[in-house]
């Protein structure tokens, strides 16, 4: 349809514009009811909560973060499956639980052992920063921006840093690993003592929120496999002397959940471990940590 004004200066006659007009109101009105009437979309769902306050409480918080921080369509996301290549070039955004024992490196001698691929594991970290001072305080942005990574791997230290700088911040470094064309991945971190204020549920409740948030980015929950492995495996010590970072087996299990998750592969089989673990504990680990990571891959899914 061309309109009134273009068929007056065609000089189409006034009793076949009116014709015209009309025949477009089956398409004009439903249009218009549309974007009078739709619902705005809803920025997010929780998938999970210890408790209906919590919950609630979390879910107003991050609301009001996302108002300010809205993400991306899930259309410019890279996405990581299983029918994709897998990832070659990593970049890791972290602090000191991300380099103390090198979790990093760590995955990079998994995939090492296990294919026989020598990765580019690369990281950007600072000691005590959250999400908020790696993008205001170092590179990260120019690393993300100019490194053609496959993968970034962003990890956050809630107890040292808020909700709501936690949602503004993971929103702003998600936005520039996907403009960068790569895949980013939550490296969920633990509760310890020296911070109390949160715990390993609500860690949880807040990564699992803001994933959803941001179009549904993959979680490498670390904190939720360190809670089981401390109730079914008790003899070993996940944690450094000052009960904060990991011990090396502590970031050997970290690894582990990140490697399952990056490559979508079994870790079980994997021979290297760390010195002083056993073969028999190893084992237990990987299949721990396979089975744990396709257990929340069916909780994911159906919620």
Not at 10 to 18: A, D
Not at 164 to 172: G, R, V
Not at 260 to 273: A, D, M, S
Request: glycine share 4%; proline share 5%; hydrophobic share 40%.
């Amino acid at each position: 349809n061309m309109g009134l004004f273009g068929a007056l200066i065609l000089g189409t006659p006034p009793m076949t514009i009116s014709l015209r007009l009309l025949s477009s109101i089956h398409i004009i009105l439903p249009a218009l009811t549309f974007f009078v009437a739709a619902p705005p979309r809803a920025v997010f769902v929780s998938a999970w909560s210890p408790t209906p306050a919590t919950k609630s409480l979390l879910r107003n918080r991050i609301t009001r973060a996302f108002s300010t921080s809205v993400s991306r369509s899930s259309s410019s996301r890279a996405i990581m499956s299983a029918e994709s290549s897998p990832p070659s070039r990593i970049l890791f955004v972290g602090n000191s639980l991300t380099y103390v024992n090198n979790v990093d490196q760590w995955v990079k001698e998994l995939r090492l052992s296990s294919t026989g691929e020598s990765l580019q594991v690369d990281k950007c970290v600072k000691g005590g920063a959250s999400l908020k001072k790696l993008w205001q305080k170092t590179k990260a942005k120019k690393e993300i921006a100019n490194g053609a990574y496959h993968v970034v791997v962003l990890q956050e230290d809630l107890p040292e840093t808020t909700i709501e700088h936690f949602t503004s911040f993971c929103t702003k470094f998600v936005n520039a690993v996907r403009d960068a064309n790569a895949t980013p991945l939550l490296y969920q971190t633990w509760a310890y003592e020296r911070l109390p204020e949160m715990s390993n549920d609500f860690i949880t409740e807040a990564h699992k929120t803001v994933a959803k948030g941001l179009n549904g980015v993959e979680i490498a929950d670390v904190g939720s496999a360190r809670v089981r492995v401390e109730e079914t495996m008790p003899h070993l010590n996940l944690w450094s002397k000052d009960m904060e970072h990991p011990s090396e087996v502590g970031a050997y299990l970290a690894a582990l959940v990140i490697y399952k998750k990056l490559f979508k592969e079994p870790t079980l089989g994997i021979v290297h471990r760390p010195d002083g673990l056993l073969e028999e504990d190893a084992v237990v680990l990987q299949k721990m940590v396979d089975g744990f990571s396709h257990d929340h891959a069916a909780v994911e899914n159906s919620s």
